[in-house]
T-cell receptor
Framework: GAGVSQSPSNKVTEKGKDVELRCDPI?????LYWYRQSLGQGLEFLIY????????KSGLPSDRFSAERTGGSVSTLTIQRTQQEDSAVYLC????????????FGQGTRLTVV | SQQGEEDPQALSIQEGENATMNCSYK?????LQWYRQNSGRGLVHLIL?????REKHSGRLRVTLDTSKKSSSLLITASRAADTASYFC????????????FGKGTTLSVSS
């Protein structure tokens, strides 16, 4: 596609439910990032995929969070047993390489846990 | 963990004035990038400066990098109301395969 696509745009879920957030990166981009942004705050790094290397999961806040990237393309961020503090905008970005290249962002998924 | 810290957190200026935002970081880097975010959604890349560069220009943007002080500044000249947004610096680490880490951002408000 022309840009990074994220779905859904908005998601409201009940506390305790599992949610899946999807990211479709720009074709050919080997690097894919997930970030979380709470209202008025900066971007909190969650996880980073680079090609076939093992992902950098150092930013995941708890074992309720996991992410996969299938076939080096689409990625899914899964949050199990959601909590109210998980409410935030989840942003995905992709780039041609590592942190030394421009990252292109999707419009994010706004997650609200009620 | 956050690598960069922007300063100030918020800045309000009049159209036509210059806006300067600063970013400090903690570890050695290969490069530093600046991004802009409108309305809390996707970020847009503005400029990238490499660790062996000291200054870079792009249109009304001027970025400086001082690796000895681990700091960078973004100058927007002749600001416009449309420049109202949040601005973030982002760094990589000086190791292979590490991610792009963002600071907390500066919120710029330009009034006409």
């Amino acid at each position: 596609g022309a840009g990074v696509s994220q779905s859904p745009s908005n998601k409201v879920t009940e506390k305790g439910k599992d949610v899946e957030l999807r990211c479709d990166p720009i074709s050919g981009h080997t690097a894919l990032y997930w970030y979380r942004q709470s209202l008025g705050q900066g971007l909190e790094f969650l996880i980073y995929f680079q090609g076939n290397s093992a992902p950098d999961k150092s930013g995941l806040p708890s074992d309720r969070f996991s992410a996969e990237r299938t076939g080096g393309s689409v990625s899914t961020l899964t949050i199990q047993r959601t909590q109210q503090e998980d409410s935030a905008v989840y942003l995905c970005a992709s780039s041609l390489g590592t942190g030394g290249t421009e990252a292109f962002f999707g419009q994010g998924t706004r997650l609200t846990v009620v | 963990s956050q690598q960069g810290e922007e300063d100030p957190q918020a800045l309000s200026i009049q159209e036509g004035e210059n806006a300067t935002m600063n970013c400090s970081y903690k570890t050695s880097i290969n490069n530093l990038q600046w991004y802009r975010q409108n309305s809390g959604r996707g970020l847009v890349h503005l400029i990238l400066i490499r660790s062996n560069e000291r200054e870079k220009h792009s249109g009304r943007l001027r970025v400086t990098l001082d690796t000895s002080k681990k700091s960078s500044s973004l100058l927007i000249t002749a600001s416009r109301a449309a420049d109202t947004a949040s601005y973030f610096c982002a760094t990589d680490y000086n190791q292979a395969g590490t991610a792009l880490i963002f600071g907390k951002g500066t919120t710029l408000s330009v009034s006409s």
